[in-house]
């Protein structure tokens, strides 16, 4: 506002300037003019003259003329005495500054001439810039270098718009920088361009579940689901999964996630404290009680006698239709009869948790060797499809053997 106020100020003065001068020039009646004006005032006398001789009302008609005549050359001005000065040239001078002044700054006010010397200053910075944000033992990047390498990519990606590698590093640009349409759109355009990318579809699904938008949410919800089919151990995967699962208010599919974690994450995991208190959070605000299902299993003391000290009990619960287990748990062989407790930590996976279920049926499996899949000579045995509750007792008797 002050510029153009100063613009106003500065084009009010240069007016005046210019305009003073000429509206202050004298006004003058040229010499032409006048002799002209005296030569028809002489032709209309001598007229008048011819008509009062005529009428008898003059008689000395020749004196008249010669006064007439004299009168003329008295009133002949002088042409050196009426000759205007012209205007000085420089009189105009303060005011052609001036406008020059307010042109040039009206140029770099609009012009955009900062703005083209920031972009070719961040064009020149764009190698090193690249340089330190892929290489973690160099200096990292301010706010306002990272704002400049976002300037940059978006230059490039005009020349090079199929450059997958630049759109993502622009996605994450605009997650740094809180700046959500910019990821959002530069996360589409990489998941259009590569879409069974794992590292693409991962941001993709991330900036979709930062989204406010709910239908962004359900999108990015269905994307996940499909990359724990093809990977349920994934630690990002589920990391994500289980926030936006959170944030959508289911809990039990967020709780399945993190206990899946837990189970994946080594022992000495510092991430383990924070997921145990994550599902502790989400037990408390869903209400739920850790509902459990609790089995008796029993075996021949013949059978006991012959199975070697590595064998290893294997438990699994499925929903009584599809084979794929709802849960598993493995534990070490013990003395007969044994009591399992298992739960929706022991889900495979986080949307299909035990304590949905209406109804299970479960197996358990002595292995020789500790393999997951069923060998020649195992021994197993199975309960019967059995409706599921929090208060649920199931008794088993291992009595079959792998043929």
């Not at 997650?175 to 259009?192: D, I």
């Not at 879409?195 to 919800?221: C, F, H, I």
């Amino acid at each position: 506002m002050a510029f153009w106020l100063i613009v106003l100020v500065l084009l009010i003065i240069a007016a005046a300037l210019l305009l003073v001068p000429v509206l202050r020039q004298p006004q003058r009646d040229l010499p032409e003019d006048r002799d002209r004006l005296n030569t028809r005032f002489y032709h209309q006398r001598l007229k008048e003259l011819e008509q009062d001789e005529e009428q008898g009302v003059v008689a000395e008609r020749q004196v008249m003329i010669e006064e007439l005549q004299q009168n003329l050359l008295s009133d002949v001005p002088d042409a050196q005495a009426e000759r205007a000065e012209p205007l000085n040239r420089w009189v105009l001078l303060p005011g052609v500054v001036i406008l020059v002044l307010i042109s040039v700054g009206f140029y770099l006010k609009t012009g955009g001439l900062a703005q083209v010397q920031g972009w070719n200053l961040v064009m020149s910075e764009m190698p090193s810039l690249r340089e330190r944000v892929m290489n973690e033992d160099k200096q990292p990047l301010t706010m306002e270098e990272i704002a400049r390498l976002g300037l940059g990519l978006r230059t490039e990606l005009q020349t090079d718009p199929r450059n997958v590698a630049d759109w993502v590093m622009l996605g994450r640009i605009g997650m740094a920088l809180n700046n959500a349409t910019t990821a959002t759109q530069a996360f589409s355009h990489a998941y259009q361009l590569a879409p069974n990318e794992p590292e693409v579809a991962l941001g993709y699904a991330e900036v979709l579940t930062r989204s406010n938008d709910p239908e962004d949410n359900k999108q990015a919800a269905d994307m996940l689901g499909n990359m724990m089919a093809r990977n349920h151990q994934d630690v990002r995967v589920l990391s994500l999964l289980a926030f936006n699962a959170f944030e959508q208010g289911d809990y039990k599919k967020a709780i399945g996630a993190w206990e899946m974690m837990l189970r994946v994450l080594p022992e000495n995991d510092s991430r383990r404290e924070v997921l145990k208190r994550s599902i502790e959070q989400a037990k408390a605000q869903s209400g739920e009680d850790n509902t459990q299902l609790s089995v008796t299993i029993n075996l021949s003391p013949d059978v006991e006698r012959q199975l070697p000290p590595t064998a290893v009990l294997v438990v699994s619960v499925t929903d009584g239709v599809a084979p794929i287990p709802v849960a598993v748990k493995q534990l070490p062989l013990g003395h007969f009869p044994v009591k399992v407790s298992l739960s929706d930590a022991n889900a495979m996976m986080p949307e299909r948790l035990l304590s949905a279920q209406k109804q299970v049926k479960v197996r358990a499996r002595i292995s020789r060797d500790g393999l997951a899949n069923p060998q020649p000579g195992d021994w197993f045995g199975e309960s019967a499809v059995m409706p599921y509750n929090k208060e649920s007792q199931i008794s088993l008797q291992i009595d079959h053997q792998v043929p």
